[in-house]
């Protein structure tokens, strides 16, 4: 029933920038904590960014400076926007609805975010 479809990924060069953004359906957005993570090839999914229900934000370290998470409650959208992009961005980026303390949450299908010269 909850639906999480993610876009904007693509293939830039070393120093490029992308925004993702994830539209959810079927869930009360604005009670959800969103979150971005990526998982690249023979690698584990790794988070990379959150933003609560009240827009506490926090990234990852390998992050930081770089991106930015933001949600837009009136659009039910989370975005990703991710600048000075280096090779090892390359992944696939996963979109996360959590509702804290109950459920085990909801996983768009993923955006392939390439980064290559």
């Known amino acids: 029933q909850a639906q999480l479809v993610e876009s904007g990924g693509g293939l830039v060069q070393p120093g490029g920038s992308l925004r993702l953004s994830c539209a959810a359906s079927?869930?009360?957005?604005?009670?959800?904590?969103m979150g971005w993570y990526r998982q690249a090839p023979g690698n584990q999914r790794e988070l990379v960014a959150t933003?609560?229900?009240?827009?506490?934000?926090n990234y990852a370290d390998f992050v930081k400076g770089r991106f930015t998470i933001s949600r837009d409650n009136a659009k039910n959208t989370v975005y990703l926007q991710m600048d000075d992009l280096k090779p090892e961005d390359t992944a696939v980026y996963y979109c996360?609805?959590?509702?804290?303390?109950?459920?085990?949450?909801?996983w768009g299908q993923g955006t392939q975010v390439t980064v290559s010269s």
């Open positions: 996360n609805a959590k509702r804290l303390g109950r459920g085990n949450g909801y």
């Open positions: 079927g869930i009360i957005f604005s009670f959800y904590a």
């Open positions: 933003v609560t229900s009240d827009s506490t934000l």
